[in-house]
């Protein structure tokens, strides 16, 4: 069974440099383009783990996570703050709201795999 990875992006190209490099990675991948339409897809396809970007259309990647973490369906799922925006105010907000890790673009693979794994081994403990 792969582990389901739900990425919320709004940048078409980071999109699918996202996608393919997760899938190279043995993982199944979902994709959003706005807050609105992960918390949807959170809810609908169940994923083990969320990577989010935090400067979204509509409602922000902090709101959307704050939204997932309030939420009984999927309050569990951890969510990676995924941004180019400042480590430390991703850090600080990110944390706030509810976020498992923080990873700043561009991110390799390699880094991608290992957040993913820390995290659900995190979630499992």
């Not at 897809?41 to 083990?48: F, G, I, L, N, S």
């Not at 309030?70 to 969510?79: A, D, F, G, R, S």
């Not at 795999?113 to 081994?121: P, V, Y």
Request: aromatic share 4%; with cysteine; charged share 25%.
């Amino acid at each position: 069974m792969s582990i389901k990875v739900l990425i919320v992006e709004d940048h078409a190209d980071s999109l699918e440099v996202l996608t393919i490099q997760l899938q190279a990675l043995g993982y199944e991948v979902i994709e959003a383009t706005s807050g609105e339409e992960g918390i949807e897809k959170a809810q609908v396809y169940h994923p083990e783990i969320i990577v989010m970007d935090l400067g979204l259309p509509g409602i922000d990647g902090i709101e959307a996570t704050q939204r997932l973490k309030k939420n009984p369906l999927t309050t569990h799922i951890p969510v990676i703050a995924h941004s180019a925006w400042p480590e430390d105010k991703v850090r600080s907000e990110g944390g706030r709201a509810g976020m498992s890790d923080f990873l700043t673009k561009p991110t390799p693979p390699y880094r991608f795999k290992s957040t993913i794994e820390r995290c659900l081994k995190a979630r499992a403990n």
